[in-house]
T-cell receptor
């Protein structure tokens, strides 16, 4: 089983619908992240959480919200989806520090979202 | 603040040829640098990382990268390309200071390998 699991892997929805992408991890990491990937733009950080009670906006948080339900779970919501939110979304985790930690991320396999 | 520049969006090489993917960084603190690879329909996986130890870093699948502070570069190389190397490659820099580290990615380079 994957260490970082994202559901759903693919989703097609319509403009205005509410969508939730879920992420769970078995790596025991404190830190979780949501990135968005668009062709030619690389990965851009949407939100990140350094522990269960910590939520931080990334560079492109408008139109998105997150919930850290537990150490192992971090969900991303689009309250009212719009077509320019069509993208590939990645969840990632990292350790909180200590020996051997340099900010390395571990990624899920991605959730492809299409908003019509 | 840190940033990464990957010039060009696509590199094409012949099988057996040298692979060179360029990455330049900007960082206000000593950087930690990473190369990630994304195969089709998969997530990103770590190829190699520079963490202020040896400046020449060896990674998986025969890739290596050299940290050059004077040139603010961290270019990725492989002596002989294989068809299975076709993928998208991302350079990334971390502002890790033990507190609020985040990774900033470049825009990625697609590597094609011709038979």
């Amino acid at each position: 089983d994957a260490d970082v699991t994202q559901t759903p892997r693919n989703r097609i929805t319509k403009t205005g619908k509410r969508i939730m992408l879920e992420c769970s991890q078995t790596k025991g990491h404190d830190r979780m992240y949501w990135y968005r990937q668009d062709p030619g733009l690389g990965l851009r950080l949407i939100y990140y959480s350094f522990d269960v009670k910590d939520i931080n906006k990334g560079e492109i948080s408008d139109g998105y919200s997150v919930s850290r339900q537990a150490q192992a779970k971090f969900s991303l919501s689009l309250e009212s989806a719009i077509p320019n939110q069509t993208a590939l979304y990645f969840c990632a985790t990292s350790d909180s520090g200590g020996r051997g930690h340099f900010g390395e991320l571990f990624f899920g396999e991605g959730s492809r979202l299409t908003v019509l | 603040a840190q940033s990464v520049t990957q010039l060009g969006s696509h590199v094409s090489v012949s099988e057996g040829a040298l692979v060179l993917l360029r990455c330049n960084y900007s960082s206000s603190v000593p950087p930690y640098l990473f190369w990630y690879v994304q195969y089709p329909n998969q997530g990103l996986q770590l190829l190699l990382k520079y963490t202020s130890a040896a400046t020449l870093v060896k990674g998986i699948n025969g890739f290596e990268a050299e940290f050059k502070k004077s040139e603010t570069s961290f270019h990725l190389t492989k002596p002989s390309a294989h068809m299975s190397d076709a993928a998208e490659y991302f350079c990334a820099v971390s502002d890790y200071t033990g507190a609020n580290s985040k990774l900033t990615f470049g825009k990625g380079i697609t590597l094609s390998v011709r038979p």
